[in-house]
C-alpha cells in the first residue's frame, strides 16, 4: 500500500504482470513466482486495509501445526522403514541394527521425532483449549521443520547407498524436508518470532 502498510489481496496468476518459474533441481516441486506491476482491483482485498499481517499471523497459528504434525508422520514414517532396514540388511553375517553406530544414529532420530511430535501435541492442546498458543506455534514449526530435516540425515546415515536411490521414500522426503524447512519461515525466523511473543519489545 502506498502508506507502507501490509494487506492482503487475491490475485489471479493469469493477471498480466505475473511470471511463475518452476526452480531448478532434481524433484523439485516449488517454482518462483513474480510480480511485475500487477493491477489488482480494491475488491479482491482480504479483510480491512492495513490488518494483513494481523490476519496473516492468525491463519498461520492455525495453519503451521497442521503443517507440523505432517511433518510428525513423516518422520515417523522415516523411524519405521529405517528401523526395518536395520533389521533385515545383514552385513559381516549380522543385521546392522546390532552395531552401536547404527543404533546411535536411529536413537538420534527418535529424539528428534519426539521432540517434533510433544511439541506439536502441546500446541494442539492449547489451540483446542482455547489457550494462548501465539509461542508454541513458533516453537512448533522451528522444532518439526528442524527435525524432519535432521531425521532424513540420520537415516541416510543408516540406509547409505541405497538410500539416494530415486525410487527409494527416502529421497522423496529429503527433497520434502528442504521445502519445508524453509516454508512459511525458516526455524531461525521461528525462535525470532516465538521470542518476540515471550518478551515484546517495549
Known amino acids: 500500500m502506498d502508506n507502507g502498510e501490509i494487506a492482503l489481496v487475491l490475485v489471479d496468476r493469469a493477471d498480466p504482470g505475473i511470471t511463475i518459474t518452476p ?24 479483510g480491512q486495509a492495513g490488518a494483513g499481517w494481523r490476519i496473516l499471523d492468525s491463519a498461520l497459528e492455525k495453519a503451521l501445526p497442521i503443517l507440523c504434525a505432517y511433518q510428525v508422520g513423516a518422520c515417523q514414517e522415516i523411524l ?5 532396514y536395520t533389521r533385515t540388511r545383514v552385513v559381516f553375517g549380522q543385521p546392522i541394527g546390532r552395531f552401536q553406530r547404527v543404533q546411535d544414529h536411529c536413537v538420534d532420530l527418535s529424539i528428534h521425532l519426539d521432540a517434533a ?27 518439526a521443520s528442524e527435525a524432519y530435516y ?4 540420520f537415516s541416510h546415515m543408516v540406509h547409505a547407498g541405497p538410500g539416494t536411490d530415486y525410487g527409494h521414500p527416502l529421497m522423496a522426503h529429503s527433497v ?21 511473543v515471550l518478551y515484546p519489545k517495549v
Open 117 to 143: 511430535r510433544w511439541a506439536t501435541y502441546e500446541t494442539l492442546w492449547k489451540l483446542d483449549s482455547n489457550l494462548p498458543a501465539a509461542a508454541s506455534v513458533h516453537e512448533n514449526k522451528a522444532v
Open 150 to 153: 535432521q531425521v532424513c540425515n
Open 80 to 84: 519405521d522403514f529405517t528401523a526395518e
Open 176 to 196: 520434502m524436508a528442504h521445502t519445508l524447512y524453509q516454508y512459511l519461515g525458516t526455524p531461525l525466523h521461528h525462535k525470532r518470532k516465538m521470542m518476540d
Open 23 to 46: 526452480r531448478a533441481g532434481f524433484m523439485v516441486s516449488v517454482a518462483e513466482v513474480r510480480f511485475d506491476r500487477v493491477r489488482v482491483p480494491i475488491s479482491n482485498m482480504l
